[in-house]
């Protein structure tokens, strides 16, 4: 048992999905969904890319109704604009309170996608701190998003899928070509 409870209740209440910000961009079901993109092995490319994910929509009964919502999703990646506030300076999403909609939210919610998001927020911070730039200037500014882009690279952070992507049969990821 997971939970660690003879009831398999969760011994801490946990949210699943937070307030989340306006942000400079904003992911979309049509970015992600496969339903959305025929014919596609992917969803779509952002040239912003500080990370990737891969998992489904799936949304969870809210109170008083019947609304489970499961959708399959492309292997994404994970754009700076969505970390970033239309308004406020000097604040950073880290987590699942990104530009997400709440369909969105259902695939870019999972740990290790806010893993990476919270990591690429933290090196975004500081790599801003180092060389006097915003946040915008960085995402606005090709020199500067390259040179961030390349430190995330340089510390692992895969920013695209390969393109040689296969899913095992059985994967519950996994989509028909």
């Known amino acids: 048992d997971i939970t660690g409870t003879k009831d398999g209740l969760a011994k801490m209440p946990y949210i ?22 025929p014919n596609q092995i992917y969803a779509e490319k952002f040239d912003d890319s500080v990370g990737i994910g891969f998992y489904r929509i799936d949304l969870h009964p809210t109170v008083g109704g019947h609304n489970y919502l499961d959708v399959e999703a492309l292997p994404f990646q994970i754009p700076l604009g969505a970390l970033i506030p ?39 911070a500081a790599f801003c701190l180092q060389n006097g730039l915003t946040t915008r200037e960085v995402r606005n500014d090709q020199k500067h998003l390259t040179a961030f882009q390349d430190l995330l690279e340089k510390r692992g952070v895969e920013l695209e899928w390969r393109k040689d992507l296969k899913l095992e049969e059985g994967d519950p990821h996994r989509f028909a070509k």
Not at 21 to 35: G, L, N, P, Y
Not at 88 to 114: F, M, Q, W
């Open 86 to 124: 239309r308004t406020v300076e000097n604040l950073l999403s880290a987590c699942k309170n990104i530009g997400t909609t709440h369909i969105t939210n259902g695939c870019y919610r999972l740990h290790p996608v806010e893993w990476n998001i919270g990591e690429a927020a933290g090196a975004l």
């Open 16 to 37: 699943r999905e937070s307030r989340r910000i306006k942000a400079e961009f904003t992911i979309c079901e049509q970015h992600v969904s496969k339903a959305c993109r």
